[in-house]
């Protein structure tokens, strides 16, 4: 669960010991093939089978798809809880319980549940109440889920899942203070896909497209778990790494660069062998005073890989003689 939705629930469990008497209250929310059960940290296992079992069954019943909870991935996670974990032996049994859906944009995600080790512990009123609690959880969710796919659109690349241009300005920035200020090396990277336009206008631009997408891929599988894969425009992707220097910028340039030309990508009923040619700046070597400026330089770079033949690693050395 991501961590606004744990946000919520976690407020939830804070709040509701105040409104009701009851032994837990859970969570039960669904992603793909995993179920994620959010609970009290001293429920005993058995009353946590059963607490999943009614869940899943409301889950089932109104959520239109049927659950076999033996062949999901159950995960369980604990919160602390207000009351004291002692009141709650391993022998406690769940005897009467409140399970109700969690609908967002009018699917069902998930249930919430206040279960209790007595019988007969809620009536009308508790189900009315807690009815309307359940509504407000899952417009908060909601919110949350619209604010989330916002925030995906604002900084990811539709077409690649790459982060796109303004969110590189944004980290290049960042990255480019950081290291101006401390001394820090930092090192950008220009992947350009040679003559990509005629793969477009040979295969058609959705052939183009899972090329772009492909290509994607490699460079994300390439780097340190630090750096930045961008979508720069059209064919071309920029990466930076902070920390980097020359040396290890140019190893991993290299290492995509011959990744791409050993890999074959899928043009319609043929097989395409395709290259790249890479731009490297380097700050402090290169002696950038602004990130424009170290753009500008990966950008001479990958322009001299272009002219001396493509399929080719350039690291800057100055600027052309007019």
């Known amino acids: 669960m991501n961590f606004d939705t744990k946000g919520i629930i976690e407020s939830a469990g804070i709040n509701l010991p105040n409104l009701f008497n009851f032994s837990s209250f859970g969570v039960l929310w669904k992603e793909g093939l995993v179920l994620y059960l959010y609970q009290e940290e001293s429920i005993p296992p058995p009353f946590t089978k059963k607490v999943v079992e009614n869940m899943v069954k409301v889950l089932s019943t109104l959520g239109g798809e049927p659950i076999d909870v033996n062949q999901v991935n159950l995960q369980i996670e604990k919160r602390q809880s207000k009351l004291d974990p002692m009141t709650i032996s391993p022998q406690t049994t769940l005897k009467s319980h409140l399970t109700l ?135 071309e992707f920029v990466l930076i790494l902070p920390g980097a220097n020359l040396e290890v910028t140019s190893r991993i340039a290299e290492r995509i660069r011959e990744l791409v030309e050993r890999t074959p990508f899928e043009g319609g009923q043929n097989r395409l062998n395709l290259t790249v040619s890479i731009g490297i700046s380097n700050f402090p070597t290169h002696r950038a005073r602004s990130k424009e400026e170290l753009v500008k330089m990966a950008d001479v770079a990958l322009y001299n890989a272009k002219k001396g033949g493509r399929n080719r690693v350039c690291v800057f050395t100055g600027y052309p003689v007019e």
């Open 101 to 235: 859906p969690l609908a967002v944009e009018g699917e069902i995600v998930g249930c919430i549940s206040l279960n209790s080790d007595q019988p007969n512990a809620f009536d009308v009123q508790d189900l009315q109440f807690f009815s309307v609690i359940g509504y407000q959880i899952s417009a908060t969710l909601k919110h949350c889920q619209r604010f989330s796919s916002i925030k995906t659109i604002a900084i990811y690349d539709t077409l690649t899942n790459l982060h796109n241009r303004r969110y590189f300005e944004e980290r290049l920035g960042a990255e480019a203070q950081k290291s101006f200020f401390s001394g820090t090396t930092l090192s950008l990277m220009m992947v350009d896909l040679d003559h990509f336009k005629k793969v477009n206008d040979t295969f058609g631009h959705p052939v183009g497209d899972k090329v772009l997408c492909h290509i994607a891929s490699l460079l994300k599988n390439s780097v340190r778990r630090d750096d930045t894969v961008a979508r720069y425009g059209g064919e």
